[in-house]
């Protein structure tokens, strides 16, 4: 190890104190290794390089958060869950096995299918509006259902998994069902919920599988206010709802309903060009297209459309959705994301266009779960973020 830096090396060439030093390691920006003597410290320099030059960036004082997870990985334009890959896991897994193997759960089929809270949140949904946002009844489920469960304070991995499981089940009871089955597999709840009119297997199939695929992305905005949530020690329904506060932005799980709304238009005026450009002008962008973490394929994207081309082969408006995603990418270099599949999923099955911020918020939700539970295993209050004053 003598190529390592002792703290006093390391806090030297980070320019801080050592307190500082160590408070990084608490925060999860640096790691270090006990030496032999069981009593100092040794640090890897490049890490401490790497620390040293994003402190650089953005100034004095300033380190950004680094979150060790082992959940998702994200390398070489291939997406992995607990060493599995996401594109196959969402191929041949229900929702509920995904979830269960991403919490590090055995699959045993225990997930329920309504509790006696769910009774209170219909009553409670009855009296809402019928222009109500579905994501907004969703909220409410989950604020149910925090108030309804005494034990929610209990941190073990074990609760945090029942929570997990419970809150899922009441988010997807709490919406009205519209057509069709009330039972079944979560994907197939969740459908007569979303989706009027009639459907195959194949078809809600493809729903189960963009549930999988949406499960989680690593460090994305919501996953992140989740974790903040849990370090502090706020119970699982309560980190819940923080992400799906976060969520409901227009640029994040609410993505997927302009791509819906660039189908409806396109169908209305014949005109799929026009349609696009239209909404290029309001929104300032190519909704669908363009990801911060890919920048060739976003491989979600291509799964969930092939799923979707082969379940709606015979729809009279499967063409239409093609030319816009063509008329896009001659455009843009910007790859398809999960949001233009999700869209197109959303406007074939005739569900509405805030359909797929539903669907990205309950698959979303186990993948937070998962979150809580890494969570829970680090310090708390771990992320003290600090403001650059820069106020007269």
Known sequence: ??????????????????????????RGLLERVVDVDGRSSRFDPEGVDRLRSRSKHRGDGEVGVLVSSGITQVADGELRVRGRNLIGLSAETRFEEAADWVWGAEADGQWPSGDDAGGCVRSIQDQLPDTTPMIDRLRVAVSVASATDPLRNDLS????????????????????????????????????RLAPGRSNARQRAVLNRALVL?????????????????????????????????????LHGAASAPVHQIFKEAVTSGDPA???????????RTPGFGHSIYRRNDPRCSAL???ITGAWASHQHLPLVLTVQNLASERTDAPATIDFALGAMTFLAGMRPEAGEVVFAVARTAGWIAHALEECEEEPLRFRFRARYTGS
């Not at 499981?165 to 709840?189: E, F, N, T």
């Not at 370090?231 to 409901?248: K, N």
């Not at 026009?274 to 300032?284: D, H, K, S, V």
């Open 305 to 307: 459309m092939e799923s």
């Open 157 to 192: 991995a074990s609760s945090v998994r029942a929570v997990g499981r419970r809150v899922i089940d009441l988010m997807v009871g709490s919406l009205p069902v519209v057509a069709g089955r009330r039972d079944g597999d979560l994907a197939d709840r969740l459908w007569c």
């Open 274 to 284: 026009g349609a696009l450009g239209e909404a290029q002008r309001r929104t300032g």
């Open 214 to 250: 949406l499960l989680d992305h690593g460090l994305a905005s919501s996953t992140l206010g989740v974790r903040v949530a849990v370090s502090v020690r706020a119970d699982p329904y309560s980190a819940v709802a923080a992400g799906l506060g976060i969520l409901g932005g227009r």
């Open 1 to 26: 190890m003598d190529q390592w830096l002792t703290s006093a090396e390391a806090a030297a060439r980070l320019g801080v104190k050592r307190a500082t030093l160590y408070s990084y390691v608490s």
